[in-house]
């Protein structure tokens, strides 16, 4: 089945970090640009991160410029983010897309919650 | 980064009835513009692409129009499997930002 899972989210204290990761399964994962898009609690899509194929470009959405890593393994079919120096308002479900400009196949998502 | 307005925040809608949805970019973003369906507990799901473009699988009721700075996603005959937020997005420039969503709900 062509899916992607997510995994990595929990609760963490606010400065602490965490690696959001997503397996991407039954597509050509080195094709396409991937994205992680992420929705705080009772709120709307938010995009954070996009990445091209082979990892070479990068695109962050302000707030998280300097804070979250988006990174790729096209060997393992997998997806990463890199979430440090936590804040209460970076608490949200955190999705991986497939694509840079729509994103036609999405996971489930994975929770971050960070509170003290 | 271009700021994505959408309207109206809920609307209120019968079974059957025509539900019309508005979007507006706060500067072009020619025809790079995707809907998205989201229901409670449930990833988003694509509709529309380039504006136009029904994403596969998506029933016809659904359509999409504008571009620029004006968009409208139009579901014909509303069925409950729809009642649930609606997301445009914009992905001519980076930051890709989304509208804060529509509701449908049923009148």
């Known amino acids: 089945e062509v899916q992607l899972v997510e995994s990595g989210g929990g609760l963490v204290q606010p400065g602490g970090s965490l690696r959001l990761s997503c397996a991407a399964s039954?597509?050509?994962?080195?094709?396409?640009?991937m994205s992680w898009v992420r929705q705080a609690p009772g709120k709307g899509l938010e995009w954070v991160a996009n990445?091209?194929?082979?990892?070479?470009?990068?695109y962050y959405v302000d707030s998280v410029k300097g804070r979250f890593t988006i990174s790729r393994d096209n060997a393992k079919n997998s997806l990463y983010l890199q979430v440090n120096s936590l804040r209460g308002e970076d608490t949200a479900v955190y999705y991986c897309?497939?694509?840079?400009?729509?994103?036609?196949?999405w996971g489930r998502g994975t929770l971050v919650t960070v509170s003290s | 980064e271009i700021v994505m307005t959408q309207s109206p925040a809920t609307l209120s809608v019968s079974p059957g009835e025509r539900a019309t949805l508005s979007c507006r970019a706060s500067?072009?973003?020619?025809?790079?513009l995707a809907w998205y369906q989201q229901k409670p507990g449930q990833a988003p799901r694509l509709l529309i692409n380039?504006?136009?473009t029904r994403a596969t699988g998506i029933p016809a009721r659904f359509s999409g129009s504008g571009s620029g700075t004006e968009f409208t996603l139009t579901i014909s005959s509303l069925q409950s499997e729809d009642f649930a937020v609606y997301y445009c997005?914009?992905?001519?420039?980076?930051?890709?930002?989304f509208g804060q969503g529509t509701k449908v709900e049923i009148k």
């Open positions: 997005q914009q992905s001519d420039n980076w930051p890709r930002t």
């Open positions: 380039g504006a136009s």
């Open positions: 897309a497939r694509g840079g400009w729509y994103s036609d196949l």
């Open positions: 990445i091209n194929q082979d990892g070479s470009d990068k």
């Open positions: 500067q072009s973003v020619s025809s790079n």
């Open positions: 039954e597509f050509t994962f080195s094709n396409y640009w």
